[in-house]
Nanobody, 122 residues
Framework: VQLQASGGRLVQAGGSLRLSCAAS????????MGWFRQAPGKEREFVVA????????YYTNAVKGRFTISRDNAKNTAYLQLNSLKPEDTAVYYC????????????????WGRGTQVTVSS
């Protein structure tokens, strides 16, 4: 599976963005999809994940109520809606795919996209 994240840009605090993760391959629908982010000088951290069926989601506390993950298996695409953005959300956002259930550990994901930059100005 090859992944390509897009949609990142500069936005003001309080604004919104929608990130997309387009996947190649016919097995997209069988993978858990996750989003991670890495801020300058910090380690990559888990943001959210969604099961292959969309029935299960798992959010890190920092984004609960502000971010929403979704997926469209017919379009081989996962989405991350980012609302009420804060400067601390500034990071490169990566999408990932794995066969495990939604999990916050990066080792649970076999495939990674190249990332898209989200910058939130105060």
């Amino acid at each position: 599976v090859q992944l390509q994240a897009s949609g990142g840009r500069l936005v003001q605090a309080g604004g919104s963005l929608r990130l997309s993760c387009a996947a190649s391959g016919r097995t997209f629908s069988s993978y858990t999809m996750g989003w991670f982010r890495q801020a300058p000088g910090k380690e990559r951290e888990f943001v959210v994940a969604i099961s292959w069926s969309s029935k299960s989601t798992y959010y890190t506390n920092a984004v609960k109520g502000r971010f929403t993950i979704s997926r469209d298996n017919a379009k081989n695409t996962a989405y991350l809606q980012l609302n009420s953005l804060k400067p601390e959300d500034t990071a490169v956002y990566y999408c990932a795919a794995g066969r495990a259930a939604p999990i916050a550990i990066s080792s649970g994901y076999e495939f990674w996209g190249r990332g898209t930059q989200v910058t939130v100005s105060s």
